[in-house]
């Protein structure tokens, strides 16, 4: 069970993380702050489940997570939501995973477009941003991480080959101090984003190797190559295809091959 005292004294956030809503059992945090009337939901809020029955991924996959183990949870963000911003918030996340394993347990850490968290080529956390509107305004975003923390086995067939920060580090981690670590860099990540998105950016930059390679995209049925040139303004994949087109690409999985 986490231990909510020693998880907040280590929070030093203004609004991220102040109204915890923890469950030892839920369906999926994404669609708890997605779906469930909530008396309070504030900016903010987050939502913290020590086992999903029904843990989802990118593009309908499920996630799958040991009970009491990892750190699955997901943040709600209401105000001022600029949609131009959602596809940097989503990219800010992994970066925030990244430099909150970073600081803490001196890793190499890895991003892969759009959002997952590599560490020595093993997927080690997964994003799933979800949203919603009224009229053309977004009024609601849901930013779900899924850590593996001290979790050593996986069972099942994986796209990229699964680990955990234990299983990367040798050592038992402390789930409190690095959820709120993770979630004090993401607060300062959102500021950082209003003021200066291009330097969020340059931080996901900096963490893709991907980057200059040729790679492969793949969105359903429908397969794209060419060489990942760099990313946009809003952090979309500029491909320059081979017949020197330069396509943006806006949601698939991606590979090197
Ligand atoms: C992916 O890599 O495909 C994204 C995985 C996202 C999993 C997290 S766990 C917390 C939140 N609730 C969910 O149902 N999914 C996200």
Known sequence: MLNFDAFD???????????????DEIDSTNNYLM???????????????ERQLNGKGRKDRKWYSSKDLNLTFSILLKQGINDKNINIINLGTAVSIAMALENLYQL??????PNDVLINDKKAAGILV????????IDKLVIGVGLNVNQTSFQGTFNIPPTSVKLE?????????????????FEEMLNRIEINPEDVLNDWRNRCRMIGERIYVTD??????????????????????DDKKRKKIHAGDVTLR
């Open 9 to 23: 004294l280590k929070l030093d956030t203004d609004f991220i993380g102040r109204n915890f809503i923890y469950c």
């Open 35 to 49: 779906h469930t009337k909530i008396k309070n939901d504030q900016d903010g809020t987050v939502v913290f489940a």
């Open 108 to 113: 190499k850490i890895n991003l892969k477009w």
């Open 130 to 137: 979800e949203s919603s509107s009224s009229g053309n305004k």
């Open 169 to 185: 580090t040798g050592t038992e981690i402390d789930r409190e101090r690095l959820l709120a670590e993770i979630l004090n860099i």
């Open 220 to 241: 359903g049925d429908l397969e794209i190559s060419g060489i990942f040139d760099d990313i946009d303004e809003q952090g979309f994949i500029i491909l320059k295809t």
